[in-house]
């Protein structure tokens, strides 16, 4: 079995003195070896995370890149570079959010997927189907879709995350057998797009919490989780960690 992955994704949320009080938090537990851990934060804070966790196996990253890779006239834009030199070692590309709200589409994500790939960045692409899409029965369609990208990635080391949106801050979480039938699809189709050998790392993402964590990370098919809201608490995030170790 591989090492699971448990990424935290603090979004729009984080102070200083708030993030040195989770941290705080945190390091009073005992972190498993076994465990990939990661938080993702807001741009300002990437290096003060980096900085309180150096001492611990817990890596940083961000939660979306720009479109620019090389310095220059791109007000208000953070490059890959920029996240690197900054401490991140991970960034998510394509979340919902930015699908959704930043209007962020295949030929961007593929844009920073290069970009990220480029400074050395591990990232996370997020897929995943609206309720009207399931709904309507077109998830592994637009899961395909969304995947299609990676053909120009075949040799890249990267993670997918599977953040059904209907199920991302709602507290409705996909059923074990949904996530299970969805990854064996996208292993599937990723197979057949890349051709690659090794396996990509798949994530299940949406509600994720310390109740269900155990069920989820133990779905066949499912190599961790990223994690949204509770991992804003630091004793829920310890506990969906102890689960990935189960
Ligand atoms: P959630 O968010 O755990 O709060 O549902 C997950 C995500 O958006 O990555």
């Known amino acids: 079995m591989q090492t699971p992955w448990i990424i935290g994704n603090w979004k729009m949320n984080g102070r200083i003195d708030r993030n040195i009080a989770l941290i705080n938090a945190f390091k009073t537990f005992r972190l498993p070896e076994k465990v990939h851990i990661g938080i993702a934060s807001s741009y300002p804070y990437i290096h003060q995370l980096y900085t309180e966790l150096q001492e611990t196996s817990i890596w940083v990253g961000a939660e979306d890149c720009s479109q620019f890779y090389d310095d220059g006239a791109y007000t208000g834009e953070v490059s890959a570079n920029m996240l690197a ?112 050998r090794d396996k990509i790392p798949l994530l299940y993402g949406g509600s994720v919490n310390a109740d269900n964590a155990s069920i989820i990370l133990k779905t066949s098919c499912v190599d961790g989780a990223l994690v949204g809201g509770a991992s804003l608490k630091a004793d829920v995030f310890m506990r969906i960690i102890t689960a990935a170790t189960e």
């Open 85 to 196: 030199d900054c401490g991140a070692k991970f960034v998510i590309i394509g979340h919902s959010e930015r699908r959704t709200y930043f209007s962020e589409n295949n030929d961007l994500l593929k844009i920073k997927l290069q970009n990220a790939l480029s400074a050395g960045l591990l990232p996370i692409f997020c897929v995943g189907e609206t309720l009207q899409e399931r709904e309507s029965g077109q998830e592994e369609k637009v899961i395909a879709s969304q995947l299609a990208i990676l053909r120009d990635f075949a040799d890249a080391s990267m993670i997918v995350a599977y953040e059904p949106v209907w199920a991302i801050g709602t507290g409705k979480v996909a059923e074990p057998e949904q996530i299970q039938a969805m990854h064996q699809f996208m292993n599937e189709e990723i197979l057949s797009i890349t051709g690659k």
